[in-house]
């Protein structure tokens, strides 16, 4: 019976015009979004790859010269994107990707792209994960809102149920249809990159690489699932096919454009971003403080400049000086981030009640480009610049002694350069996009499991009112 | 006839209000939309205080820096505080680095409130100092990546995305209901043509929106921020609301054609909606991503390289200056100001020259990001005339002083002052002019200068003039065939 209302329902589907305009729309956005991604992948990898051996060449052929002017110069580092960043782009455009490893202070990911960008950036990227989180949802409840309401306006529900035919029969088998229509857009071109994707890693990202696929694909089948039956129970519960594509339209309205920005707006209420000058200041002041104590302990001097230190303890000095801040800046960047974390994790409970919220920092973090991650690459990016700085130091500790205020002439070479050794980021695992995200992932098959609760009481009311 | 049109007109506007307030439907959307145009104003006033915070506080700091600079120096002048080697405000290449304190700031535009546009992205305030453009120039104000990603709910997200819907949610069964209820038949046998039944349907429903969306912010506005009280600024809140207006007027005609084709409700809202996705989020979104593709970036990886490659250059270049002897920190008298002059050690002196360098190698590059933005931007000018809701939204930035435009005049005012900040100190530098008393208060200043009002104007009523026209245009063609009788009945 179940089958028999599926292949009914997916019949009289495909005949509609709804379907097939609606449908053909998406799937060619989605094959624009995936042929975009992927151009613009390629370009970012191989620009970023190219970059990064570049300066490191450059850093180990910069000759014979001061280590630290060397640090000063530094080097920059790039954060490779993530294999499936082509599938969703997540806060890739707003964070940027290379971080300048330079003596001194920690750096941020600078030039983000989304400042190279016009105000239509602002409208949305096009991207394979917005149109299954926005527009899907929008074409299941089109072309379903009257699944229900519809034989009911027509007078054959009441047929179909003095066939006998049971409630839970007519709500799956309908459920059925409308997940293969959207099925059926989505499948081919999904699965079709996935092969793709995954066939072009190198064998050791390739495992990785189909875990998260197949964690993406529940997190969205939960998402679309939820939709399939929120559309199947108000259509079972309202009185008319209008009323029903009324409340359809505006739950998907209220869901999907503006929960996810009042939601970030009130999460900034309760967890405030503090402002770059104010962050700056109490930086600047907890590594001057830091500093002091630690210049103070380790050579009895009140300032970094104090007469009484020779210059020729400079590289100690430094050293001193460094270690000092690191601990004034893991605080520091850490607290900030911890705020960014706070506020996107209260968000996540505006996902019960619009999933969206919810699936996009799922996917994100599956995808690889979410803020944990980038945070994980920033972390790497500093732990290297201090390898650099200590590698620096050390060296200058080790050959200052004799040269008293002369100590800028000394000049190291290429062996102590290459004493650094080359930045490697390993992309996380998907364990840890796991760890990060399995809240979202929890909230979305609690919803699902609601919509389907849903469906099922809104079927066994009475349906011959 | 005409008179009778119009008594017709003054009936079904008084028949529909009655009808519409009896059953509700009016009241709710008129309290969602003013809830929603609160809460946008809300945010879009949050916004504008804290940016306009933030300048107060640049400027404050920037103040007391140089208090704290000029009683430095006054006290180090007259032998009384131990110096400290660079941080002496004596010293021209300390002035001009680390003890600077000069900020190039750009004020909220008056109306800021009314849209938050490209602010969240774009910096309102640059530290200067002799450091290279991209050491500072991309520098921006703190905030989570997700919330830019998510944006913000602000009065233009109402106006450009909401507002159509709402017309929708007002407007998809204009004829159609009447029709499904049997009623358009008889009205069609009363002396009444259906092009009036549409327009008196329209003008009531077009009213009681605009009487909430135009006058309850421009009320506020007016109420708590006194600069917005000024002639330019009514005259830009004028603009804003012909251009609401004209948007409002560009979807009920819509409606109005939609109900003209003679389908039942649910199909004419389903067009509505599929029209809306297709001009408000679809369009929009391909657009962006066709501006990237006819016009990319220049690749941020190239400036990066090309950053490093420029500052190897120049480090190697002053080489010399770098490595020489560094006797200051065991010997800081040797930096006291003798007869007007000061020692500047050379490796300061290098760090301003090596910076100096860097910008001169980067400028093309940098040059042509610019250019790119301006390229960009006058490709989304003429791709707005494909979609009324990017057409809207670049003028609602532009009214509220928060588009790329603007964002782009103070980048280049930006770079422009620190080429004078760099030129005031050059000389004193490299020919080690310690800086007086006077110096201080002779610093290069920072002024805004806004950009034309004129321009802005222009660009606002051209895009009011080209929606009107949209509107009468699907407006004329849904009275035309309506009257044709092609509405079903």
């Known amino acids: 019976m179940f089958a028999i209302i599926a292949a009914k329902d997916i019949r009289e589907l495909t005949r509609d015009g709804r379907l097939l305009w609606a449908g053909g729309l998406v799937v060619v956005l989605m094959l624009v979004a995936l042929a975009a991604g992927w151009n613009r992948q390629l370009q970012l990898n191989s620009e970023r790859s190219a970059g990064q051996a570049l300066d490191y060449d450059a850093w180990l052929h910069q000759g ?75 074409l299941i409840i089109v072309v379903g809102f009257n699944s229900l309401s519809g034989e009911r306006e027509r007078g054959t529900l009441r047929q179909l149920l003095s066939l006998g035919v049971p409630a839970r029969s007519l709500l799956f088998g309908k459920a059925a249809a409308l997940a293969s229509c959207a099925g059926v857009l989505i499948a081919p071109v999904g699965i079709g990159f996935a092969v793709f994707l995954v066939a072009r890693l190198s064998a050791g990202e390739r495992l990785d690489a189909v875990y998260r696929i197949a964690w993406l694909a529940a997190g969205y089948g939960l998402y679309l699932g939820f939709f399939v039956f929120l559309t199947l129970a108000v259509s079972a519960l309202v009185r008319s096919s209008r009323a029903a594509l009324v409340l359809l339209l505006g739950f998907w309205v209220a869901a999907t454009l503006i929960a996810p920005r009042t939601a970030s707006e009130t999460a900034n209420l309760f967890y405030p971003t503090p402002s770059r000058l104010a962050f700056d200041d109490h930086l600047s002041h907890d590594i001057a403080e830091a500093a002091g104590k630690a210049w103070a302990a380790h050579f009895g001097v009140r300032s970094q400049w104090d007469p009484s230190l020779p210059l020729s303890k400079w590289g100690a000095a430094l050293k001193v000086d460094d270690a000092a801040g690191y601990s004034a800046l893991d605080e520091n960047f850490g607290g900030l981030w911890d705020t960014f974390e706070r506020q996107q994790r209260a968000q996540e409970w505006v996902g019960l009640v619009a999933p969206i919220v919810a699936l996009r920092g799922f996917s994100m973090g599956l995808a690889g480009t979410d803020f944990s991650q980038h945070r994980d690459f920033s972390i790497a990016a500093e732990t290297q610049r201090r390898k650099i700085q200590d590698i620096v130091s050390e060296d200058l500790i080790e050959h200052a002694d004799p040269l008293g205020n002369a100590h800028f002439t000394y000049k190291a070479g290429p062996e102590l350069w290459a004493s650094v050794p080359p930045f490697k980021y390993q992309l996380p695992s998907v364990s840890f996009a796991l760890a990060h995200h399995w809240t979202s992932l929890a909230l979305l098959a609690v919803m699902f499991c609601l919509s389907v609760a849903l469906a099922q009481y809104a079927l066994s009311r009475p349906l011959m009112r | 006839m005409k008179s009778r049109t119009l008594a017709n007109l003054s009936l079904i506007i008084r028949h529909e209000a009655r009808i519409l307030v009896r059953d509700r439907t009016l009241p709710l959307v008129c309290c969602v939309l ?22 107060a506080q640049v400027e404050k700091h920037e103040q007391a820096t140089q208090r704290a600079n000029a009683g430095t120096l006054q006290s180090v002048l007259a032998g009384k505080s131990a110096l400290v080697p660079f941080s002496n405000p004596a010293n021209p290449a300390a002035m001009a680095g680390t003890l600077s304190g000069r900020f190039a700031t ?74 499904e209820h049997g009623t358009l038949r008889m009205l069609c046998s009363q002396p009444l043509s259906v092009a009036t039944l549409l327009t008196g349907k329209i003008v009531v429903r077009m009213l009681a929106l605009l009487t909430i969306v135009i006058p309850l912010p421009i009320v506020v506005l007016l109420l708590v921020r006194p600069e917005t009280r000024g002639a330019e600024q009514l005259g830009l809140m004028l603009s804003w609301s012909a251009l609401v207006a004209s948007y409002a007027l560009f979807w009920f005609a819509v409606a109005a054609l939609v109900n003209a084709t003679g389908l039942p409700s649910s199909t004419n809202a389903l067009i509505m909606v599929a029209l809306w996705t297709l001009l408000v989020l679809i369009l929009p979104v391909t657009m962006n991503l066709v501006v990237g593709l006819v016009s990319p970036a220049p690749s941020r990886t190239e400036l990066a390289s090309r950053t490093r490659v420029a500052t190897a250059e120049s480090l190697r270049e002053y080489e010399s200056l770098y490595s020489a002897d560094y006797r200051y920190a065991s010997d800081p008298e040797a930096l006291l100001v003798k007869d007007k002059r000061i020692e500047v050690p050379s490796r300061m002196r290098a760090f301003f020259l090596a910076k100096q360098r860097v910008d001169e190698k980067i400028e093309p590059l940098l040059e042509r990001f610019d250019q790119q933005l301006l390229q960009q931007q006058r490709l989304v000018d003429r791709l707005s005339l494909l979609s009324p809701a990017i057409l809207v939204n670049e003028a609602l930035n532009s009214i509220a002083g928060t588009d790329s435009r603007r964002f782009v005049a103070f980048k280049d005012q930006t770079e422009a002052f620190h080429e004078g900040w760099r030129r005031y100190f050059s000389p004193r530098i490299l020919e080690s002019r310690a800086m007086t008393v006077q110096d201080l208060s002779s610093l290069p200043q920072w002024h805004w200068i806004e950009i034309p009002a004129s321009e802005t104007r222009w660009s606002i009523w051209w895009r009011t003039a080209l929606m009107l026209a949209l509107a009468f245009m699907v407006g004329g063609v849904a009275l035309a065939r309506s009257s044709r009788g092609s509405a079903g009945f």
């Open chain 2, 106 to 179: 750009i004020p909220n535009a008056p109306l800021a409130t009314l849209a938050i546009g490209q602010s969240d992205m774009m910096p309102n305030y640059y530290r200067i100092s002799y450091l290279s453009k991209v050491q500072f120039m991309y520098d921006t104000e703190i905030e989570n990546p997700w919330n830019l990603l998510s944006g913000h709910f602000d009065l233009a997200f109402v106006i450009v995305f909401v507002l159509p819907l709402l017309v929708t949610t007002l407007g998809y069964n204009l004829l159609s209901a009447e029709r």
């Open chain 2, 34 to 55: 003013a809830l929603m145009v609160g809460y946008g104003l809300f945010v879009g006033l949050a916004q504008a205080t804290l940016r306009d915070r933030m300048v």
């Open chain 1, 64 to 138: 014979y010269r001061h280590p630290h002017d060397a640090a000063e110069q530094g080097m920059h580092v790039f954060k490779p994107e993530p294999p499936l960043g082509v599938f969703d782009p997540g806060i890739g455009p707003f964070v940027g990707s290379t971080v300048w490893l330079q003596a001194h202070r920690q750096s941020e990911v600078k030039f983000r792209p989304a400042q190279d960008a016009t105000g239509l950036q602002r409208f949305g990227e096009l991207s394979p994960a917005w149109l299954l989180q926005v527009l899907v949802p929008l």
